[in-house]
Each structure stands twice: as structure tokens, then as C-alpha cells.
């Protein structure tokens, strides 16, 4: 599945300052029956976000208008627990492009990148930072540039660098999936095997 090119991002943020959230949190399991990655924005933290009779919890951040953006901030062990790819397609499909923590479950980072969502990963200090500034200033934006791999807090100017595997940043920015990249490679492998001896 294709999806929108990612170069740079320039957006708002919604902070989520909890540590150890797990893919069941992001979306909870009576919810995986689709196969197709539609729909599952709405159930993108169902408990934490809706009483039992699906009025919405008034605390809870996606329900305060005073957060919104594509930039989703949450803290450290972002997406652990068990390997549903579910959880990266209810964050995608609510709207963030991009999931910033200090740490993330490998599997959940992976299939972010998988999906057109880019995991990045800042340093302790550097979330603390943003945090503070989204509290002060709920319209303080965060640049993401993948082609620098860097992400900048603008109200200070802060900067850091970010890690990304060379073959998911190339697939990110030209908003290919896996099978996307191989379609792309076709007229290439037609012409090596078409200079082949029979």
C-alpha cells in the first residue's frame, strides 16, 4: 500500500507523557478482526479515550481540542508488548505521520515504518523538552526533516539527530511500501534477465 511521500514535517504535537505503552493500549484487541488498514483510527485508544457507553473521557488528550497535529509525543517504550502491526495502522490512519519517544519496541518500529510513520527516537533529556514546551504552549510546533535526520523544538530551537535504517528512509520518502520498492525494480530485473543466456 502506497502512502504520502515523508520529507519534512512541520506540525503541532499531542503529548502523551506515559511510559510503557503497549500495542494493546494503542488498540485494543476485540478490535483487530479487519484485515484491511481502515477504520482503526477510531478505535486508536478506545479505553483510555471513551467511557463504557463510547462517550468520550474529557481528560484524556485526543479529546482536548487544545492538542492536535501529526506528531504524536509519547514516552519512553513507546509500543511495547505483543507484535500487532493493528497499533501502527490506528496511528496512521488517526492522522500522525510521526511517533516521537525516547524508546521504542523494535517490532512497533518496524511496522510504523512498515506503514508511512516515522518512529524517532530523541534522547531523554530532548522529551522532557518537548514536553515542557507543548505544556507551555500547546501551538509550539516540532520540525521532523528525514532527509537530515534531525528533529528541531522551534520555540528554542533545539535540535537532535535521529536514527533510520537507509533502506526504510529511501522507502519513506518516496512513499513506497515493501512491495511498492520490488514493483518499482520491475523494468530492471526484466532487463537483467532478458540479457541472460537461455
Not at 512541520?10 to 500495542?23: G, K, M, Q
Request: with cysteine.
Amino acid at each position: 500500500m502506497a502512502y504520502d511521500k515523508f520529507t519534512t514535517l512541520n506540525s503541532t504535537a499531542v503529548p502523551l507523557p506515559i511510559e510503557n505503552v503497549d500495542t494493546d493500549q494503542i488498540i485494543p484487541a476485540r478490535f483487530l478482526k479487519a484485515t484491511e488498514r481502515k477504520g482503526f483510527g477510531d478505535n486508536l485508544f478506545r479505553d483510555w479515550r471513551f467511557h463504557q457507553d463510547d462517550t468520550p473521557k474529557e481528560d484524556f488528550v485526543l479529546n482536548k481540542p487544545t492538542y492536535s497535529g501529526k506528531i504524536l509525543v509519547g514516552g519512553k517504550n513507546f509500543g511495547s508488548g505483543s507484535s500487532r502491526e493493528h497499533a501502527a495502522w490506528a496511528i496512521y490512519d488517526y492522522g500522525f505521520r510521526c511517533v516521537v519517544s525516547s524508546f521504542f519496541a523494535d517490532i512497533f518500529k518496524n511496522n510504523c515504518l512498515n506503514i508511512g510513520v516515522l518512529p524517532v527516537q530523541v534522547s531523554e533529556s530532548f522529551l522532557q523538552q518537548i514536553f515542557e514546551a507543548i505544556e507551555k504552549d500547546p501551538t509550539t510546533t516540532l520540525t521532523v526533516d528525514l532527509p537530515s535526520q534531525t528533529i528541531r523544538l522551534e520555540e528554542t530551537k533545539a535540535e537532535e539527530s535521529f536514527e533510520i535504517n537507509p533502506y526504510k528512509k529511501g522507502n519513506l520518502s518516496n512513499g513506497f511500501d515493501d512491495i511498492d520498492y520490488l514493483l518499482q525494480l520491475k523494468p530492471t530485473i526484466k532487463d537483467f534477465a532478458n540479457q541472460q543466456p537461455i
